[in-house]
């Protein structure tokens, strides 16, 4: 594992304490960065923040990403505990079950894009102002192939994450002259326990579609991500980069 250059920033990652979220934070606290985890699962977040704590400055927030109050309150708790916010990385996300449109429940469409779009929107909203305040700042919003190919029996998992990658796009515009990079990543899927929600032939299809015929490992992902929140990706923003085994056709 080569070492990026992150001594001294302070990334947020959310859904931290589990997955890529937890595989990035490691990527990172071994590159040099101070590392706040956030997460609504209280117990996950406590183990991962213990586990990560002898590679270099931890601190954790419970936070309900959907929540604007929830959100303020864990940006501060960050500040106080690490001075500053260099990094954010929009990493938690949930994909609601799997079955086609008219067969889900208004409810839980609703919710997965709170979690994955709304959320990302509100963690930026606090945050880009502090990073335009100190004039620097990197965005890693994490995706999904899905966002861009939308896939079937997914359409809510597809929209939300197809939303991201607009969000990415304004947002890098909105702030391209003030030393801010914003980028996604578009995943194909990684076995993690976001499987769990998953029916055995939505996994199956998932994996048909990847040429390298396996699934992503986290650390994989982390990487790409480390590279993105650093100082190397200075001249790349609102870019989709893809992380897919070969499946994206654009």
């Known amino acids: 594992m080569n070492r990026l250059d992150l001594e001294g920033r302070v990334a947020i990652i959310t859904g931290g304490a589990r997955g890529i979220g937890y595989a990035a934070a490691e990527r990172m606290l071994r590159s040099g960065a101070g590392v706040s985890l956030w997460d609504v699962d209280v117990a996950r977040l406590a183990e991962a923040a213990s586990a990560l704590a002898p590679l270099g400055h931890v601190s954790s927030a419970i936070v309900e990403l959907t929540d604007e109050a929830s959100v303020a309150g864990a940006v501060s708790a960050t500040i106080a505990a690490h001075g500053r916010i260099d990094i954010l990385v929009n990493n938690a996300g949930i994909t609601g079950g799997n079955a086609r449109l008219w067969e889900l429940e208004p409810a839980t469409w609703r919710r997965v894009v709170d979690v994955n779009l709304i959320g990302p929107y ?12 100190r004039g620097y700042g990197r965005i890693v919003n994490v995706a999904s192939i899905a966002g861009k190919e939308g896939n079937p029996n997914a359409s809510h998992y597809s929209a939300s994450k197809a939303g991201l990658i607009g969000l ?6 909105e702030v ?6 914003v980028n996604c990543i578009t995943p194909a899927a990684a076995k993690t326990e976001i499987f769990d929600q998953m029916k055995q032939e939505h996994i199956d299809f998932m994996l048909s579609k990847i040429p ?5 490992e986290v650390s994989e992902a982390a990487a790409m991500i480390g590279w993105l929140a650093s100082e ?18 654009y």
């Open 122 to 133: 509100l963690t930026c909203r606090a945050i880009v102002p502090h990073m335009l305040e």
């Open 176 to 181: 391209a002259q003030a030393g801010i990079l």
């Open 212 to 216: 390298m015929n396996r699934f992503l």
């Open 232 to 249: 190397d990706c200075a001249f790349s923003t609102g870019a989709v980069f893809d992380i897919s085994g070969g499946r994206a056709v």
């Open 168 to 173: 990415t796009k304004s947002l890098a515009k």
